[in-house]
């Protein structure tokens, strides 16, 4: 057993201890009943630890093969599933323009910021790992009796706010380098944004982000629900204990 999950048992036996008998039984028979509801290999050999573990395991993996995906070359902008499009006016302009081949430098800049986010992609990984590693057993159970994709939404839920603080100076840093700033300029001067009532960079920086955390999560949850799905997904003796497979 990992040194992770025996510090989990080991705080949970404390836990348990310090509650009333009652309490304790109410908790155990809770995760007696999700254990065996929920997790189609269970054989009855399943510790409290090992799905928290287990769930750890299957976030971690997700977000590797997610991370791995998008900061790919055309990662974003080659999938338009999370291809991240212009916003507000300008977005408005290059749907009115592309038809007839005239929106060249907003074709540019959406290019430019989509390589910004497939550049900052391996940062934003490395943040949702870490945030992985911070999850308790209660926040297990709570996803255990959620969907297929539970997992990623409490993990949207609870870092979100902090994981969009801490990106974005690498995604400002990352749309500089890829000329988006500066083809942002030229944009703005040819099609307009008088409309807006902010910077125009930090605007575009904010949606940018956005449009980035929304294809790290979609992503997310798909290979979270693959590895739930798919035994062939399962990857480690871990994951096909608690997974089945």
Do not use: C
């Amino acid at each position: 057993m990992h040194a992770g999950t025996a510090g989990l048992g080991l705080a949970l036996s404390v836990a348990l201890a310090a509650s009333t008998p009652a309490r304790a039984q109410d908790l155990g028979k809770i995760a007696s009943d999700i254990l065996h509801k929920s997790m189609p290999g269970d054989k009855g050999n399943l510790t409290k630890g090992d799905v928290a573990a287990g769930l750890k395991e299957a976030l971690s993996v997700a977000g590797g093969l997610a991370t791995e995906r998008l900061s790919a070359v055309n990662g974003y902008m080659g999938d338009p599933a999370v291809r991240i499009p212009l916003p507000g006016v300008l977005g408005q302009a290059h749907k009115r323009l592309s038809p007839f081949g005239m929106a060249g430098p907003l074709d540019d800049l959406q290019r430019r910021v989509n390589r910004a986010a497939e550049a900052a992609a391996p940062a934003a990984g490395k943040m949702v790992a870490e945030a992985v590693k911070s999850m308790t057993f209660d926040d297990a159970i709570t996803i255990l009796r959620g969907g297929d994709s539970a997992a990623t939404t409490f993990l949207r839920q609870k870092t979100e706010v902090n994981l969009r603080q801490a990106l974005r100076p690498q995604f400002t840093q990352a749309l500089q380098s890829s000329g988006a700033l500066s083809a942002l300029d030229g944009a703005v001067a040819k099609y307009g944004a008088g409309v807006l009532k902010t910077d125009t960079k930090t605007w575009l920086a904010e949606e940018a982000t956005t449009g980035a955390l929304n294809g790290l999560f979609y992503y997310l949850a798909r290979e979270e629900q693959a590895i739930r799905r798919d035994p062939v997904k399962r990857t480690s003796d871990l994951l096909r204990k608690v997974f089945g497979g």
